[in-house]
């Protein structure tokens, strides 16, 4: 007779490596608002920085607690050298030439060009965040935005499910190539963990074997 754990839980356990601050607190209130499907059970990640977000992929992944583990994080500016950087060592690490495309949701410039699209279809064309200040503090308030964890958290609170659904319609309508300023993939990954059906994490994996 085989010792098997007790099974806690039926959910699909998800890992998300968040690359910093915005990204993690951004999906920390998504997942408060409960907007995506409660058959999965989602974990998030702050990697505290692009440089470290490869060695925490590659830790969660072989820790084998996810059935599934993503990256979330930003491209920067051209010539995307980082993003590049972090692309090549999860590609590396799963020895296939287009791992990080299948687990990598990205926004080009940045992830305020995602959360941005929650009250207004304007395009930020950098991710500097002086350039980006005055939208931001259009639309929530929020005075010369740096990025400081007390100004991270004012935003947040500005975010709803009704404009969450605002946010999905305009993010569907962004180029999905992230060599594209202006471009994101958010809505495809928002329409998996929104979705009853879960083949895609099979999916995702067979394409990592």
């Given at each position: 007779?085989?010792?098997k754990?007790?099974?806690?839980?039926?959910?699909?356990?998800i890992?998300i490596i968040?690359?910093?601050?915005?990204?993690?607190?951004y999906l920390?209130?998504?997942?408060?608002?409960?907007?995506?499907?409660k058959?999965?059970?989602?974990?998030?990640?702050?990697?505290g920085?692009?440089g470290?977000?490869?060695?925490?992929?590659?830790d969660?992944?072989?820790?084998?607690?996810?059935e599934v583990v993503?990256?979330?994080?930003?491209?920067?500016k051209?010539?995307?050298?980082?993003?590049?950087?972090?692309?090549?060592?999860?590609?590396?690490?799963?020895g296939?030439?287009?791992?990080?495309?299948?687990?990598?949701?990205f926004g080009?410039?940045?992830?305020m060009?995602?959360?941005t699209?929650?009250?207004?279809?304007?395009?930020?064309?950098s991710?500097?965040?002086?350039?980006?200040?005055?939208?931001?503090k259009?639309?929530?308030?929020?005075?010369?935005?740096?990025?400081?964890?007390?100004?991270?958290?004012?935003?947040?609170?500005?975010?709803?499910v009704?404009?969450?659904?605002?946010?999905?319609?305009r993010?569907?309508?962004?180029e999905?190539?992230?060599?594209v300023t202006?471009s994101?993939n958010?809505?495809?990954?928002?329409?998996?963990?929104?979705?009853?059906?879960?083949e895609?994490?099979n999916e995702?994996?067979?394409?990592?074997?």
């Amino acid at each position: 007779m085989t010792n098997k754990l007790p099974k806690f839980s039926d959910k699909h356990k998800i890992c998300i490596i968040c690359e910093g601050n915005e990204e993690y607190e951004y999906l920390e209130r998504l997942k408060a608002l409960k907007v995506w499907n409660k058959q999965y059970d989602i974990s998030l990640v702050n990697a505290g920085g692009n440089g470290n977000i490869p060695a925490r992929y590659q830790d969660r992944y072989q820790n084998g607690s996810y059935e599934v583990v993503l990256v979330f994080c930003d491209t920067e500016k051209k010539p995307y050298e980082q993003y590049e950087d972090i692309k090549q060592k999860i590609n590396e690490f799963h020895g296939i030439d287009d791992a990080a495309n299948k687990v990598i949701i990205f926004g080009n410039p940045c992830t305020m060009q995602i959360i941005t699209k929650h009250w207004t279809d304007a395009s930020l064309k950098s991710p500097a965040k002086l350039v980006n200040a005055p939208l931001i503090k259009e639309f929530t308030g929020v005075e010369n935005y740096k990025g400081r964890a007390d100004q991270i958290k004012a935003v947040m609170e500005c975010i709803t499910v009704e404009n969450y659904r605002d946010m999905i319609q305009r993010v569907s309508r962004l180029e999905k190539i992230d060599t594209v300023t202006g471009s994101s993939n958010f809505g495809r990954f928002m329409e998996l963990l929104e979705s009853s059906d879960d083949e895609w994490i099979n999916e995702i994996n067979n394409s990592l074997e």
